[in-house]
């Protein structure tokens, strides 16, 4: 049974002293960065994973540990890493919201005109990362994305609150705007062709795209960096089979 998703809608660093006069970043400043970095790490504690408790198949396994993600009141769990390629591997990533699972994959809603869209439809290879840092988690997927039909996004898109059906008119996702009040003005004019409380229709440049998982890998952090890593990996024959994979 499909499932909807829905949730509820860097540090900088700053100092006087971060430059000099000849070379602009302090080399004392860059070396205390640099020592800082190489010592910050968590110890994790967590509890392994084991081949005995996986499901049969991937998507149960990620409904298992979603809802523990969930109910772990983790901020936007379905938030996930989408990474593309262009026809040429050049890669690009960016976060977006999972809207949907179920074994035929995960689904998500963007602009048709967006980078990443454009490089799906050149290069559909893709991978998802959830990463759930606060439980000491991530899953990886690896697999094709393709275009959901029209009649599964309008009926997402008739569950969207009002400002992101106006959003998805007045955004022209990925391209140049000059300046913020061009954006806002852009939705205004929108919001007035589509008054609140009439039907909003879907953007003809706007819908979803599915991910047919290839490989799925649930990492599970462990003491010593020794984590637990079991890879899901789509078999012909035999359907699903999982390997345990070194950290």
Request: proline share 6%.
């Amino acid at each position: 049974m499909l499932q909807d998703v829905h949730v509820s809608h860097a540090d900088d660093y700053t100092s006087d002293d971060a430059y000099d006069s000849d070379d602009g970043l302090e080399y004392g400043l860059a070396f205390d960065l640099q020592h800082d970095l190489a010592a910050m790490r968590a110890h994790y504690r967590s509890a392994g994973l084991s081949e005995a408790e996986l499901t049969a198949g991937p998507y149960e396994q990620f409904a298992h540990w979603f809802t523990e993600a969930a109910a772990s009141e983790l901020h936007e769990p379905n938030a996930m890493i989408v990474s593309t390629a262009d026809a040429a591997g050049r890669p690009s990533s960016r976060t977006v919201l999972l809207k949907a699972y179920d074994k035929r994959g995960f689904v998500f809603y963007t602009n048709y005109n967006s980078r990443k869209a454009r490089e799906i439809a050149e290069n559909p290879h893709v991978s998802l990362l959830f990463p759930w840092y606060p439980l000491a988690r991530q899953v990886v997927v690896t697999g094709t994305a393709e275009r959901v039909s029209p009649e599964e996004t309008a009926a997402y898109f008739r569950a969207r609150p009002y400002g992101s059906q106006i959003g998805a008119w007045a955004s022209e996702q990925s391209t140049v705007v000059a300046s913020r009040a061009e954006l806002d003005a852009a939705y205004e004019r929108m919001a007035a062709r589509h008054p609140e409380g009439e039907p909003v229709p879907v953007p003809p440049h706007w819908g979803g795209f599915r991910v047919t998982a290839e490989t799925v890998e649930f990492w599970q952090g462990r003491e010593n960096r020794l984590h637990d890593r079991l890879k899901y990996i789509r078999d012909a024959k035999t359907g699903w089979r999982v390997d345990r994979l070194c950290p």
